[in-house]
């Protein structure tokens, strides 16, 4: 069993559920990490989203009403951070395009057979530990900054030609 701090909450949105609920099936047996919820529509994907904690989106791109795209485009608005994949049958220089201009994190094309599976789990897995990554990397910052504003004692951070690079209002 995975530890539950580790566990990647995966939100798939494809208007072939069957395929949605099969490629769930896939990815968890890919990666005991993986945890994958199904949506059968853009809407009832952001109804999800609002709904439970989400670590990153595989999405389709051909769907009634709202395209992949766009509903990257609404997710973006919304949860900026999460990580998007789109995983599309319909794939094209112009769809890549237009998600890489929209904020994709990875596009990839479906294929036949289940080695396709094992590609798409470990980019999800990797855009989710990039995205975390990048998270505890602001928080350090963060608190690095705090300490250094209200600290009592002089901090000066000099490069190797002794130029100072940082100091704290301290040392003033």
Known sequence: MSDPANMIHVL?????????????T???QENSQINVRTAASPAEGLE???????????????MPRTNGVEFLETVRELYPDVPFVLYTGKGSEEIAAEA??????DYLQKEVGADQYT???????N????????REA???????????EHSADAIIIIDADSQILFANPTVQ
């Open 127 to 134: 855009a989710v530990e990039r995205c975390r990554a990048e």
């Open 138 to 148: 602001e928080h350090t910052r963060t608190q690095l900054e705090a300490i250094s």
């Open 100 to 105: 890489i201009s929209a904020g994709v994190t």
């Open 48 to 62: 999800m989203l609002a709904e439970h904690p989400i670590d990153c989106i595989v999405s389709d791109y051909d």
């Open 119 to 125: 590609i798409l789990a470990n980019r999800v897995v």
């Open 26 to 28: 896939f990815l968890e």
């Open 12 to 24: 798939h949105v494809d208007d072939e559920l069957g395929f949605a609920k099969t490629a769930a």
